[in-house]
């Protein structure tokens, strides 16, 4: 019975820690909607974990061993899951490019805004972010990258395979 009961806690801490950490990102990015539905599933969990964990009148030490390794678990996996399904746009800002990175650029149909004379900006999502440091890395290795969320605007209408 104690083992079902620490198997319980465990792997529902791993699904309420899951969520939180996801609802918690979708919040920062300004999703209002699907982390208020989250947040109602992942108070009933932990809800019944902390009422689970604390009915148990016996080795206590391993409940909360259970309850706090779930938490860990919880908050990784819950960050794998946020990387995974949560494509960003970024600003990658290249300074010092060599010409035939930015005509490497072109050829791959990144779009891309020059600045000034040693610096090129472009705008990609999450999964395009190893492409283009890679390119760097092979056509422009003594370029410095600065790489930073951008804030979405709707309004604008971006081209070729920046997304």
């Given amino acids: ?8 806690i465990f792997f529902a801490r791993i699904i309420d820690v899951s969520l939180g950490t996801f609802r918690t990102i979708l919040t920062v990015k300004g999703k209002i ?7 109602f599933f992942e108070v009933l969990i932990w809800f ?3 009422m689970e964990a604390l009915s148990v009148n016996e080795s206590k030490i391993i409940i909360a061993v259970s309850y706090s390794l779930g938490y860990a678990t919880g908050n990784l996996i819950g960050s794998i899951i ?3 399904f949560i494509n960003s746009l970024n600003e990658v800002k290249i300074y010092h490019p060599t010409k035939k990175l930015i005509n490497i650029l072109g050829k791959y149909k990144y779009s891309y805004y020059i600045i000034s004379k040693n610096v090129i900006t472009i705008y990609v999502r999450n999964s395009a972010i190893y ?3 890679n390119l760097v890395n092979k056509y422009s290795k003594k ?3 600065y790489i930073g969320e951008a804030k979405e605007n709707n309004n604008l209408q971006y081209k070729n395979n920046m997304l």
């Fill in 131 to 133: 492409k283009i440091i």
């Fill in 33 to 39: 909607a699907i982390p208020t539905i989250i947040a």
């Fill in 143 to 145: 370029s410095i990258l």
């Fill in 48 to 50: 019944y974990v902390a």
């Fill in 82 to 84: 946020s990387k995974r």
């Fill in 1 to 8: 019975m104690l083992f079902l009961t620490i198997f319980k």
